[in-house]
C-alpha cells in the first residue's frame, strides 16, 4: 500500500471511530450531513479524499472536540494527494470516482474545463459515456460499475441548469471529431453540445482547427474556482491548490478561451462536423 493510501486508510478509521463513539450509523451521520450514505462509507473505506470542509462538518455531527478537530484538519493537509494514484483510485470503482467529482462540483460556483482528448464529462450524453467508461475499464482494470458510473455521470449533470453556477467549457475541434464511439453516437453526442450552447449560465467554446494556438494542447484541466486545479494524466491525478499553480491555470485558459469561438460560429463547427459525419456514413 503506498503512502497516499496508508495515510487515507488511517484517516478513515478515526473518523469512523469518531462516528461510532458518538453512537451514529452511516446512514444517520450521512443524514445529519445532508450527504449520501455511499459517501460516509467510501470515506471511512479509503475510497474518497476528505476535504477540510468534510472533517469539520464530520467533527461537528460527532462532537468532536476542538483539539481533535485540529488534529484531522492537519492530517488531512499532510496527504500526499497532489499525486493521487489513478491505480489507487481505480481500485474502488468507476462509479465511486464519479461521486468523487460530483462532490467537488457540489462546492463550485464557477467551473473552468480545458479538455484536449474527450467530450467533457459534464456534457457527454450516455452512450457516448458508456463508451469512455468501456475503454477505462479495460485501461485500467476497474470493477465493472459501468451503468452504476454512468448514473452518477448523467446526474452530475443536473447542475448545469443550477443558475447560480457559471461553466465554461473550451475544447478543440478535433475532440468533436475523434472517434470514441460508433457514427450514430457521435452525432447523437454533438447534438447535445448544440443544446448546450443554448444555457444561459454555459459558456462553450470551441478552437477551430485553423485557430492559431496559443500553446500545444498537452494535457486537460479542471478549475475549481480559485481553490484548485485538477490535471489527469495516464497514471496519476494531480491536484493542485498552490496559488502559483492555480494562476498558472487561469492564465492558460484565458489564452485558450480567446482563440476559441462561442454561440453561433461554435454550432457552425459543430454542424460542419456533423455534415462530415453524414457524409462518412453513406460511404
Same mark, same amino acid.
Given at each position: 500500500? $503506498?503512502?497516499?493510501?496508508?495515510?487515507?486508510?488511517?484517516?478513515?478509521?478515526?473518523?469512523?471511530?469518531?462516528?461510532?463513539?458518538?453512537?451514529?450509523?452511516?446512514?444517520?451521520?450521512?443524514?445529519?450531513?445532508?450527504?449520501?450514505?455511499?459517501?460516509?462509507?467510501?470515506?471511512?473505506?479509503?475510497?474518497?479524499?476528505?476535504?477540510?470542509?468534510? #472533517? @469539520?462538518?464530520?467533527?461537528?455531527?460527532?462532537?468532536?472536540?476542538?483539539?481533535?478537530?485540529?488534529?484531522?484538519?492537519?492530517?488531512?493537509?499532510?496527504?500526499?494527494?497532489?499525486?493521487?494514484?489513478?491505480?489507487?483510485?481505480?481500485? $474502488?470503482?468507476?462509479?465511486?470516482?464519479?461521486?468523487?467529482?460530483?462532490?467537488?462540483?457540489?462546492?463550485?460556483?464557477?467551473?473552468?474545463?480545458?479538455?484536449? $482528448?474527450?467530450?467533457? $464529462?459534464?456534457?457527454?450524453?450516455?452512450?457516448?459515456?458508456?463508451?469512455?467508461?468501456?475503454?477505462?475499464?479495460?485501461?485500467?482494470?476497474?470493477?465493472?460499475?459501468?451503468?452504476?458510473? #454512468?448514473?452518477?455521470?448523467?446526474?452530475?449533470?443536473? #447542475?448545469?441548469?443550477?443558475?447560480?453556477?457559471?461553466?465554461?467549457?473550451?475544447?478543440?475541434?478535433?475532440?468533436?471529431?475523434?472517434?470514441?464511439?460508433?457514427?450514430? @453516437?457521435?452525432?447523437?453526442?454533438?447534438?447535445?453540445?448544440?443544446?448546450?450552447?443554448?444555457?444561459?449560465?454555459?459558456? *462553450?467554446?470551441? #478552437?477551430?482547427?485553423?485557430?492559431?494556438?496559443?500553446?500545444?494542447?498537452?494535457?486537460?484541466?479542471?478549475?475549481?474556482?480559485?481553490?484548485?486545479?485538477? @490535471?489527469?494524466?495516464?497514471?496519476?491525478?494531480?491536484?493542485?491548490?498552490?496559488?502559483?499553480?492555480?494562476? *498558472?491555470?487561469?492564465?492558460? *485558459?484565458?489564452?485558450?478561451?480567446?482563440?476559441? @469561438? *462561442?454561440?453561433?460560429?461554435?454550432?457552425?463547427?459543430?454542424?460542419?462536423?456533423?455534415?462530415?459525419?453524414?457524409?462518412?456514413?453513406?460511404?
Amino acid at each position: 500500500m $503506498g503512502g497516499f493510501q496508508q495515510a487515507r486508510t488511517e484517516l478513515g478509521a478515526r473518523l469512523r471511530h469518531l462516528r461510532e463513539t458518538a453512537h451514529l450509523s452511516g446512514k444517520e451521520l450521512a443524514e445529519r450531513l445532508s450527504w449520501q450514505a455511499s459517501k460516509v462509507s467510501r470515506i471511512e473505506n479509503a475510497r474518497q479524499t476528505v476535504t477540510e470542509d468534510d #472533517i @469539520v462538518q464530520w467533527a461537528r455531527a460527532t462532537d468532536a472536540s476542538p483539539e481533535v478537530v485540529e488534529e484531522l484538519v492537519e492530517q488531512v493537509l499532510g496527504l500526499p494527494d497532489r499525486q493521487d494514484s489513478w491505480r489507487q483510485r481505480h481500485r $474502488g470503482g468507476l462509479a465511486a470516482l464519479q461521486e468523487d467529482v460530483l462532490d467537488m462540483e457540489a462546492r463550485t460556483t464557477l467551473l473552468r474545463v480545458f479538455e484536449p $482528448g474527450v467530450v467533457i $464529462g459534464l456534457l457527454q450524453t450516455t452512450e457516448y459515456a458508456r463508451s469512455i467508461f468501456t475503454r477505462i475499464k479495460r485501461l485500467y482494470r476497474s470493477p465493472d460499475e459501468i451503468d452504476a458510473a #454512468i448514473r452518477v455521470r448523467m446526474r452530475r449533470q443536473d #447542475i448545469l441548469y443550477d443558475q447560480s453556477r457559471r461553466f465554461r467549457f473550451v475544447l478543440p475541434e478535433a475532440v468533436l471529431r475523434y472517434r470514441l464511439a460508433p457514427l450514430d @453516437v457521435m452525432r447523437g453526442q454533438l447534438d447535445r453540445l448544440l443544446a448546450v450552447t443554448a444555457l444561459p449560465n454555459v459558456e *462553450f467554446g470551441v #478552437i477551430p482547427f485553423e485557430a492559431p494556438l496559443p500553446s500545444a494542447p498537452l494535457n486537460g484541466f479542471w478549475m475549481y474556482d480559485d481553490a484548485h486545479v485538477t @490535471v489527469p494524466t495516464r497514471t496519476r491525478d494531480l491536484l493542485l491548490r498552490d496559488p502559483d499553480d492555480v494562476a *498558472f491555470y487561469a492564465r492558460t *485558459f484565458e489564452e485558450l478561451y480567446e482563440v476559441a @469561438v *462561442f454561440g453561433e460560429d461554435a454550432r457552425s463547427v459543430i454542424v460542419r462536423v456533423l455534415n462530415d459525419f453524414s457524409g462518412q456514413s453513406r460511404d
